[in-house]
Structure formats: structure tokens, C-alpha cells
């Protein structure tokens, strides 16, 4: 059974940093696309950034790239999101996810319980 257990959310002041992890069991990550979403009070969640160790190969958001970066740890099967720079509009729920299928960057199936970010201006 696939679970993804994200931590590391918390309250920062804008321009601060913050690291968030999501550690995987049932499941080598590094052989599936990994991705972190967010969505943020009376939105839509929305994509933030995914990897896939395969191809080598990284995705952000427009909103992120040049702040955020995506990166794992194969000895821990842990997921990374390295948020530099925040701003208020980066308060959101954090969610991790995965897809079902080796070599694709989704749908994403498994998600996490989320972790909340809260960037104080």
C-alpha cells in the first residue's frame, strides 16, 4: 500500500525559507514521477512542481520557478520542497502526490494528507 506523509509546513514571515518533506512507503519514488501541489483557502488546488528521476527532468509553476526547488533523497525515500523567497501568496495547503503508472507524469493517484504553509507579510 502506497502512503505519502508529508511534514515540515509551519508559519514564516515573507521572505523567509521553508523545507518540506514527503516520505513514501510502498513505493520507490525514485522510480515514479513525484509532485507537490498546494491549494490555498476558497481555491482550486493547483500543480507547484514535480520531478521525474528517470528522465532527469523537473516541472514548476510558473509562480515557483527560480524560488522553489523539487529534490529527493533515495536513502530516506523522502521527496523535498525547498520554498525560498516566500511570499503571502504561497500560503496554501501542501499536498504530495504520485501517479499510479511508472514513467508518466500522471494522473496523480496516491496524495498525501497535506501540510499547511502560512507566509506572514
Known amino acids: 500500500q502506497v502512503q505519502l506523509v508529508e511534514f515540515g509546513g509551519g508559519l514564516v514571515q515573507a521572505g523567509g525559507s521553508l523545507r518540506l518533506s514527503c516520505a513514501a512507503s510502498g513505493r520507490t519514488f525514485s522510480s515514479y514521477a513525484m509532485a507537490w501541489f498546494r491549494q490555498a483557502p476558497g481555491k482550486e488546488r493547483e500543480f507547484v512542481a514535480a520531478?521525474?528521476?528517470?528522465?532527469?527532468?523537473?516541472r514548476y509553476a510558473d509562480s515557483v520557478k527560480g524560488r522553489f526547488t523539487i529534490s529527493g533523497d533515495n536513502a530516506k525515500n523522502t521527496v523535498y520542497l525547498q520554498m525560498k523567497s516566500l511570499k503571502s501568496e504561497d500560503t496554501a495547503v501542501y499536498y504530495c502526490a504520485s501517479p499510479e503508472t511508472v514513467g508518466t507524469w500522471g494522473p496523480y493517484t496516491y496524495w498525501g494528507q497535506g501540510t499547511q504553509v502560512i507566509v506572514s507579510s
Open positions: 520531478k521525474r528521476w528517470d528522465l532527469g527532468l523537473t
